[in-house]
């Protein structure tokens, strides 16, 4: 299994990012995939999720309105559109699969061995 993040960059506070997730070693349609985000001297926290069909999303209360989650399962990738982005926004992204929806990061780390490297995201002012 390998989970590779990219898209990450610097942007100034209302500015935007693309994260992509290209996965690889499993049958990518058949899991939910959730970004997670690792903010500096924090833990990690899903902050997007959508089913394995890509028909419903979810989102933290601190991304809603802002970030969009999608995914294209021909190309076995995930998305990440972030908006408005903020400097609490900043942190190290990586995407992660599910068998299905989980609550907690427990649950999630408990079906993911590879994170990868992520793809760090820094907003200043």
């Known amino acids: 299994v390998q989970l590779q993040a990219s898209g990450g960059g610097s942007v100034q506070v209302g500015g935007s990012l693309r994260l992509s997730c290209v996965a690889s070693?499993?049958?990518?349609?058949?899991?939910?995939m959730y970004w997670v985000r690792q903010a500096p001297g924090k833990d990690p926290e899903w902050v997007a999720v959508?089913?394995?069909?890509?028909?419903?999303?979810w989102y933290q209360d601190s991304v809603e309105g802002r970030f969009t989650i999608s995914r294209d399962n021909a190309k076995s990738t995930v998305y990440l559109d972030m908006n408005d982005l903020k400097p609490e926004d900043t942190g190290v992204y990586y995407c992660?699969?599910?068998?299905?929806?989980?609550?907690?990061?427990?649950?999630?780390?408990?079906?993911?061995?590879?994170w990868g490297q992520g793809t760090k995201v820094t907003v200043s002012r």
């Open positions: 959508i089913n394995s069909y890509g028909m419903s999303t």
């Open positions: 992660a699969r599910a068998t299905g929806p989980k609550r907690t990061m427990s649950e999630i780390r408990a079906e993911n061995d590879n």
């Open positions: 070693g499993f049958t990518f349609s058949s899991y939910w």
